[in-house]
């Protein structure tokens, strides 16, 4: 619906703001000294009431820059524009690229070339390695989802690490009538564990987290290097970018003052890290 009128802008916004309910005008009128959430249902008027503070704020301080994400620039795009606004390079690519990139961080590690297989370091008979497209699409939703959480490579392998030791230094009854019944026929014999089963299992195991961790490593060193991110990628580099230095956060926080996110509840905890980094708590 387009709205036509000669009124001066103030009458409009009265009208507006008189067709508001009182929660809607409490949020669009509330300080911007603290952190505010808009909560409600589906079709409560969320987002209008959120389009009005942003139109209060830039009349309260016309001079402010506020960081806007939304459906029109997603945060990943700002942590683009960031980056090359400080001579950083970089093109954004979507997941079927950066798959790509992945791919090309596998490739030493299916041709059994790491040099950890030529010192035994490795079990080349790891189980996932025996269908390598099967392993590197299943790798690569992983680091996606680790990108999001923030968890580096170190935490990856060091979390790992310590929930196979945990796992194996107290294994599961496997004799326990209860796990019997809650387990098929068809599997009984996989519950028949020995000692040396078991450790051959978490040798396993720790093989595979120490080749996850290697190529997630290996992927976020071409992904630099080649400059080509995607927006979960540049969202990191962003935020390293700002803890690094300190004058450019005071610089950022003071170029904007305020942020206004729509469907906050959506941001992963990188792109949180990114306002963490910019904002603070």
């Given amino acids: 619906m387009r709205l036509q009128t000669t009124r001066p802008d103030s009458t409009l916004r009265k009208l507006i703001l008189l067709e508001l309910t009182t929660e809607q005008r409490g949020a669009v009128e509330a300080s911007y000294d603290e952190c505010l959430a808009i909560l409600g249902a589906a079709g409560t008027g969320k987002s209008t009431a959120l389009a009005q503070r942003i139109a209060r704020a830039g009349r309260l301080h016309p001079g402010a820059d506020p960081l806007l994400v939304g459906s029109e620039r997603s945060i990943g795009e700002y942590a683009a524009a960031l980056l090359r606004s400080r001579g950083i390079n970089i093109t954004l690519v979507d997941d079927v ?3 790509l990139i992945f791919e090309q961080a596998c490739a030493p590690l299916f041709a059994l070339e790491w040099e950890e297989f030529a010192q035994s370091q490795l079990d080349p008979e790891v189980p996932a390695l025996g ?3 099967r392993f590197l699409r299943s790798a690569f939703r992983l680091i996606r989802r680790l990108r999001d959480a923030d968890v580096e490579p ?4 060091s979390r790992s690490l310590a929930g196979a030791t945990e796992f194996y230094a107290n294994p599961p009854n496997f004799a326990d009538p209860g796990l019997l019944t ?3 026929n068809t599997y009984h014999d996989s519950l028949a564990a020995t000692p040396d089963e078991l450790l051959r299992q978490r040798r396993r195991e720790i093989d595979l987290a120490k080749i996850l961790a290697k190529l997630y490593e290996r992927y ?4 630099s290097a080649s400059g080509r991110m995607t927006e979960r990628d540049a969202v990191i580099a962003a935020t390293q970018m700002i803890r690094k230095d300190g004058e450019l956060a005071a610089g950022v926080r003071d170029r904007h003052r305020l942020a206004f996110v729509d469907d906050a509840q959506e941001l992963t905890n990188a792109q949180l890290a990114l306002l963490h980094a910019i904002f603070g708590e």
């Fill in 154 to 157: 170190a935490v990856l392998l």
């Fill in 182 to 184: 809650a387990t098929k």
């Fill in 97 to 99: 690229d950066a798959e």
């Fill in 220 to 223: 976020l060193e071409l992904v």
């Fill in 131 to 133: 269908t390598p497209q």
